[in-house]
Nanobody, 124 residues
């Protein structure tokens, strides 16, 4: 089992920045990739970004490319999502997830473990 705990959400003005963290514990050696997803009210869960556990490969949704950066700290078993130039449409619950199988990274079904989520609110 892998446990994931997100933090760092909050209220920010449009154009501002936030950094989300996702701390992993448990059998982290089984993780192949970590992903961030988000879900806004009335919308489906949406892929945001992903990174391999070794940090070698990253992927981004087109809507966040150039604004968001995913990274990881090997020593802390923590993955980060740096979010810059935030827009109203970025407001959502953000969830990190762990994929142990190297499955299709944008598909939430590929991820076996999920955190409880952290809320991001963007004021205009």
């Amino acid at each position: 089992q892998v446990q994931l705990v997100e933090s760092g959400g909050g209220l920010v003005q449009a154009g501002g920045s936030l950094r989300l963290s996702c701390a992993a514990s448990g059998r982290t050696f089984t993780i192949y990739r970590m992903g961030w997803f988000r879900r806004a009210p009335g919308k489906e869960r949406e892929f945001v970004a992903a990174i391999t556990w070794n940090g070698r490969y990253t992927h981004y949704a087109d809507s966040v490319k150039g604004r968001f950066t995913i990274s990881r700290d090997n020593a802390k078993d923590t993955v980060y999502l740096q979010m810059n130039t935030l827009r109203a449409e970025d407001a959502a619950g953000y969830y990190c997830a762990a994929d142990p199988r190297n499955a299709y990274y944008p598909d939430p079904v590929s991820y076996a473990y999920w955190g409880q989520g952290t809320q991001v609110t963007v004021s205009s």
